[in-house]
């Protein structure tokens, strides 16, 4: 009893899918009801214990009498001070930063200079 080929749908075959899907659907819908019914609340997280103000305030004073680390602040000589310069200032009242030395200056201008002749003779500029 096989019936085999044939042009347009099984109707059977989609009669039983639609049966069984209707079946699960019901089955899943009694099953939620009854987890619904019969839900048991876990145990909830104890509450956290209110810290009184008293206690705080205690802490804070603890605070304040702990001894800081002391910084070790290093101290210019009479020669270091006077070496530095002034900083000129802008006229919004900023300073401006330190100028750099002229032969500083010089011997950079030298190096770019060298290294724009030696491209030059590569062509590359």
Known sequence: NMKLGGLGPDYEAIKEKKQKLRLQKEYSRQINEYNMKNIIVGPRLPAKPQVSSVSRQKALE??????????????????????????????????????????SLWSRHEKEKEAVAAFKALHIL
């Open 62 to 103: 603890y605070a304040k009498k702990i001894p800081r680390p002391k910084t070790f602040m290093t101290r210019q000589s009479d020669r270091e001070v006077k070496e530095e310069r002034v900083l000129p200032r802008a006229p919004n009242g900023t300073s401006l930063p330190q100028i750099p030395s002229l032969e």
